[in-house]
Structure formats: C-alpha cells, structure tokens
C-alpha cells in the first residue's frame, strides 16, 4: 500500500506454523486431525472385510488372506493405533469441554498420556488378540 509519499508499508505477517515452535498440545491437536482423517482410510478396510464375510467363504478366505498377510497386519496395527490415539484425543477434549485441565502444564501431561494411552492400548489389544488367536 503506497502512502502520500510514494514509500511503500509492509504488512504485518500473520502467525503460521514455522513461526511457532511445536508443543506437545499442538502436536497432538494436529494428530488428532489427521488420525480422523485416516479413519475413513481404515473403515474401508473393516467395511471390506465384513462384506467379504457375507459374500461367502471363497471371497471371505481371500480377503481374509490379504488382511492376514504381513502387510495387513502391519495396516490393521496402523488402524487400531489411529482408532485408539483419536479415541483417547476425543476424552481428552471432552473433558476440555467441561472446563478441568485447560491449564498449561495440565494440558501438556494430557497431550502426553494421550500419546503413551494409545501406544500401550494398541499393544495390549494387539497382545490380547493373538493370546485368544
């Protein structure tokens, strides 16, 4: 924008992301968005697996195999990470909505026992399912 002058005023910049500097908060806001993101990935796969299973059991034993392979397990441990970290980020906000623990300090050991609740869930699921296989 000129002024009368003919010099020209620089704008302020907005803040953006490489201003500030990650905290475990916003880290784990930015998951949360993105793991609700790759539900809809994931769903697909259970959706596809429950649709093999009512089409009957040569298209259910190949799907089956798919999703048993390496590979498969490696994408279901990926899902139930991601359905577990959103649903742990879910509690964490609900009880944001109550007005408990919007304190810094107490919102930052909240991001991190999100973080650790998730990663310890997922393993005992995980466990828990080839104890009963």
Same mark, same amino acid.
């Given at each position: 924008m000129a002024s009368a002058t003919g010099t020209k005023r620089e704008r302020p910049l907005s803040p953006h992301l490489t201003i500030y500097r990650p905290y475990p908060t916003m880290v784990m806001s930015i998951v949360h968005r993105i @793991? /609700? /993101?790759a539900l809809y990935v994931g769903t697909f796969f259970v959706a596809w697996w429950l649709v093999a299973a009512a089409s009957g059991e040569a298209y259910f034993n190949w799907?089956? /195999?798919? $999703? /048993?392979s390496v590979l498969g397990l490696i994408v279901l441990f990926g899902y139930t990470w991601v359905l +577990? *970290? *959103?649903m742990a980020g879910g509690i964490r906000h609900l009880v944001w909505d109550t007005g408990k623990g919007l304190e810094k300090e107490t919102a930052t050991t909240f991001a991190? +026992? @999100? $973080?650790a609740a998730s990663a310890s869930l997922t393993v005992i699921i995980w466990i828990a399912v080839f104890i009963v296989r």
């Open positions: @793991t /609700g /993101g799907v089956n /195999g798919i $999703l /048993g +577990v *970290h *959103h991190w +026992v @999100t $973080l």
